[in-house]
Structure formats: structure tokens, C-alpha cells
């Protein structure tokens, strides 16, 4: 018995993203038959797969004790490989294959408006939160804006300016609560806020930015709108890098 | 043949992200910027010139297909690796600076839509 399982398991870990493959297809499978019989195709079996993506990412931190949650644990790093930017910004663009021109060039300028107003608004409601917990200074203040942009601008702007390992950790982790909220929350809000057409998306895609949380969202939501909203999202990383450390830096110095 | 919608989609994606490189460069900051979004459009203007000047065989055609079949999967690997315990344990102040900024932003999606439709109205 040992030997079959001990080369079971070598087998398993010398073929990791094959082994990566198979459990997501198993984890997918689920989270469809979870859709169609627990909840009648209410919840859509990607919105659930994607929700028990996180959860077990929550469980893998816990007992792998690493940070790239379940890809920790032993047999499942392949999943690190399969889920990695690599393979996720490889399938973004396949996805953009049959996609809608005239859509993205009717949507052209306000969704390169979207991104702006994306970045600034979510910088200022997280220099806001900042200066509400008793931060006082202006490298702190946009640094934690900066994380409320996404979980890269955050470390660019507090390496940029200077800010303390403390600060840089806190922006990161509220561009990650940032990016699994907007995975989990889109499903449930898009109909109230209209997230039913390319136009829409391209716009959710320039205000949320987060590459990873809009690839998840609209998965969750309706797949034909990822390529809209991935579109204008991949943009605003770069933007964020740009007018955080610059720009909105100096209106927070101005200010305090 | 298959390998040639993959090496195609490679093109694409490798061109895009040197040229995000490149432009983020160019502007000083330390990103990609638009690397994705700029393979996308390559491969948008050349799935809608297709139809007019040039057509990529159904088999071309099911080498990009495939991959973008496997984005969901793909996605729910990516959930799967999050830090998710860094997200969550790292106190209040990263958690309502994430939660505020998502629902900000999610409260300005309807606003500018109407305005984008609007504006394409009066043109």
C-alpha cells in the first residue's frame, strides 16, 4: 500500500499543472452541479466555482501557511502555474477573439475616462479611511489610497515615496480585499447597476481595475462581457502607478 | 492547423506586453501598462479583418478558441491561489479601505454609463 500511494503522490507532484487541470476540472464540475440542483441555475456555477476557489485559497493559507493559498499545499502547485498571470492574461486575450469593435470604439472615450475616475475615486476613499484611522502623514495617506487602486499601485506608490514596510503591507492587502470582493460581489450587484452589455463593461472594467477581480467578476456574471471589461482594466494598473505617486501625491501634501 | 490559432494568440500577447513594457518605460512608472488590453486589440482588428480580407481556417480558429474556453478554469485556479488570509487578517483599516473603494466604484458604474450613452446621443 505504501508504495502504491507513495508513487501515486511522486506521480501527482512530478505532473503538478496536469494534476492542476484535473482538480480544477473536478472543483468546476462541482460548483455546476451545486448550481443546478442547490440553488436551480439561480447562482451561476462559475460564480460559485470562483467562490470556492477563494475558500480554499483561505484553507491553503491556513495550512500551507504561505501566500499563495491552496498552490501551497503540496500536491497543488500546479494551481499557482495555472492560475499565475501567465496563463490568466493568455486566456484574457484569447477571449478578445470575436469580440465587438464598434462597441469598444463607441465606448472609446468614456471608458478611457472610466479608468481615470476609477483610479482617483478609489484613491480618495482609501486616503479617506487612512486619515480616518488616525494617519496624519501624506507618504502613509497615498500609500494606503494608492492599495485601495489595486494591490500593485500600493507597493509602486509607498516605494516610490519612501513609506514603511507596515504601510506598503496594509496597501496590499486592501487591493487583495479590493480584488476578492469585486470577484464575489459582482454576480450580486450587476443587474442592480446595470452590468448587462459591452458598454457597461468596458466602464465596470476602467472603475474596478483590478485585473484579477474583473477577469473573476465577469467570468461569474456573463463571460461574453470579460473581454470589455478586461480591456479597459488592464490600463488602469498603469494609470494608478502613474498618478499615485505624482499627481495625487502632491493634492495629499497640499492638503495635510 | 491548431498551433497556428496558439502562435498566433502568442504573437499577440508577447507584442502587446513589450509594447505595455515599453510605454510603461517611457512614462516612468514601474508597469505594464495596457499590455493585455494592447494584445486584445490586435487580435480584435485582426478577427474583424478577417471576415473581409483574409479568413483564419475553423481549425486556426479552434487553437485560440480553446484558450479562451479555458479562461473560467483558469480563473477559478487564480481564486485559488489568492492570499486570501492577508486580505482578511490584516486588520480593519485595509479591509473597509478595500470594501469602501469597491462600493464607490461600483455605485459610479450606472452614472457613467448613463453619461457615456448620452453623449454618444448627442453626436
Known amino acids: 500500500m505504501g508504495v ?26 462541482v460548483s455546476y452541479r451545486i448550481s443546478d440542483k442547490l440553488t436551480r441555475g439561480h447562482i451561476h456555477g462559475s460564480a460559485i466555482a470562483i467562490t470556492l476557489g477563494l475558500a480554499l485559497a483561505y484553507v491553503g493559507g491556513v495550512t500551507g501557511g504561505g501566500d499563495k493559498g491552496i498552490a501551497d499545499v ?3 502547485g500546479g494551481v499557482g502555474i495555472m492560475g499565475g498571470a501567465m496563463f490568466r492574461d493568455f486566456a484574457i486575450v484569447a477571449t478578445a477573439f470575436g469580440a465587438d469593435l464598434d462597441a469598444l470604439k463607441k465606448a472609446g472615450f ?38 485601495a487602486a489595486t494591490y500593485i499601485v500600493g507597493p509602486v506608490t ?34 442592480r447597476i446595470g452590468l448587462n452589455n459591452p458598454h457597461s463593461a468596458l466602464i465596470y ?17 456573463d463571460p461574453k462581457l470579460v473581454p470589455y471589461g478586461a480591456m479597459t482594466a488592464t490600463f488602469y494598473t498603469g494609470v494608478g502607478c502613474l498618478l499615485a505617486p505624482s499627481v495625487l501625491f502632491l493634492c495629499v501634501s497640499a492638503l495635510v | 492547423m491548431v498551433i497556428y490559432g496558439v502562435a498566433l494568440l502568442s504573437f499577440c500577447m508577447l507584442i502587446g506586453v513589450f509594447l505595455g513594457d515599453i510605454l510603461g518605460e517611457l512614462i516612468g512608472v514601474q508597469a505594464n501598462v495596457g499590455g493585455v488590453g494592447i494584445a486584445m486589440l490586435m487580435l480584435i482588428m485582426l478577427s474583424n479583418l478577417s471576415h473581409r480580407k483574409f479568413t483564419l481556417r475553423p481549425m486556426t480558429e479552434s487553437g485560440i478558441g480553446f484558450w479562451s474556453a479555458m479562461y473560467i478554469p483558469i480563473v477559478v485556479a487564480m481564486a485559488a491561489k489568492q492570499n486570501v488570509i492577508a486580505a482578511v487578517s490584516s486588520g480593519w483599516l485595509a479591509v473597509i479601505a478595500g470594501v469602501a473603494a469597491v462600493a464607490a466604484s461600483f455605485a459610479m458604474i450606472p452614472v457613467l454609463a448613463r453619461f457615456g450613452k448620452g453623449h454618444g446621443r448627442d453626436q
Open chain 1, 110 to 147: 468614456v471608458g478611457a475616462f472610466s479608468i481615470v475616475i476609477g483610479v482617483v475615486l478609489s484613491f480618495i476613499v482609501g486616503a479617506a479611511v487612512a486619515v480616518a484611522f488616525g494617519y496624519t502623514d501624506a507618504v502613509s495617506i497615498s500609500t494606503i489610497g494608492a492599495g
Open chain 1, 4 to 29: 502504491i500511494s507513495d508513487t501515486f503522490t511522486a506521480v501527482l507532484t512530478k505532473n503538478s499543472l496536469v494534476t492542476a487541470f484535473a482538480f480544477v476540472g473536478i472543483l468546476v464540475w
Open chain 1, 158 to 191: 509607498g516605494t516610490a515615496l519612501g513609506a514603511g514596510s507596515d504601510v506598503i503591507a496594509l496597501s496590499i492587502a486592501a487591493g487583495l480585499t479590493k480584488s476578492v470582493l469585486v470577484m464575489v460581489g459582482t454576480p450580486i450587484v450587476a443587474s
Open chain 1, 205 to 221: 472594467g476602467g472603475l474596478m481595475g483590478t485585473t484579477s477581480g474583473v477577469a473573476g467578476g465577469l467570468a461569474a456574471t
Open chain 1, 74 to 76: 503540496g500536491l497543488l
